[in-house]
């Protein structure tokens, strides 16, 4: 899955897949069911390379309100432009941090890597399980999507027995 680009001539196609093992994301609250599939083309011009393809993997992410698994399809499609060297007229227009343009080291290119990096990038900020998940009880923790923990009612108990008390 390293990719030569000293030597690639025009067009690669590639489709592998990944495994999440070699992968190793190390998120904690996301995990790969499957592994990785990616598809796509490496296309080298003369001054960068651009990497076009999809990334398919059967996935689990934690709720973001309750932390119950959530199974979700996640699809990522992604356009990377790498440039092995900044040429001196260029220089001026490539920020740091330009989002789009990675520049490489040399002139190889590790596909897996750029899997890793497009599936960290397009992580979902939130994710939940159903719409109206009810998330967790700030002062339980129960998951009140299972639970009707009865610490709200709690709280407005001494109110009421306030009211009793005038009567
Ligand atoms: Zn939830
Ligand atoms: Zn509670």
Redesign the pocket.
């Known amino acids: 899955m390293i990719i030569d680009l000293g030597n690639l001539e025009g067009s690669l196609q590639f489709d592998f897949s990944v495994t999440a093992d070699e992968l190793d994301l190390g998120t904690g609250d996301f995990r790969l069911l499957s592994d990785a599939k990616a598809a796509g083309e490496v296309l080298k011009h003369i001054a960068q390379t651009d990497v076009v393809g999809t990334i398919n993997a059967d996935a689990e992410f934690d709720c973001t309100r309750c932390l119950s698994p959530v199974r979700q399809d996640f699809v990522v499609a992604f356009d990377v432009a790498y440039i092995t060297e900044i040429p001196e007229a260029a220089t001026a227009e490539i920020e740091p941090g330009d989002l789009d343009t990675d520049l490489l080291a040399d002139e190889s290119l590790d596909l897996k890597e750029v899997v890793r990096e497009q599936i960290l990038l397009n992580l979902p900020e939130q994710i939940f399980c159903k719409e109206d998940c009810r998330g967790l009880?700030q002062?339980?923790?129960?998951n009140?999507n299972l639970i009707n923990?009865?610490?709200?009612e709690k709280e407005i108990d001494p109110r009421w027995s306030a009211l009793k008390n005038l009567k």
């Open positions: 009880c002062k339980c923790g129960a009140r923990c009865i610490c709200e």
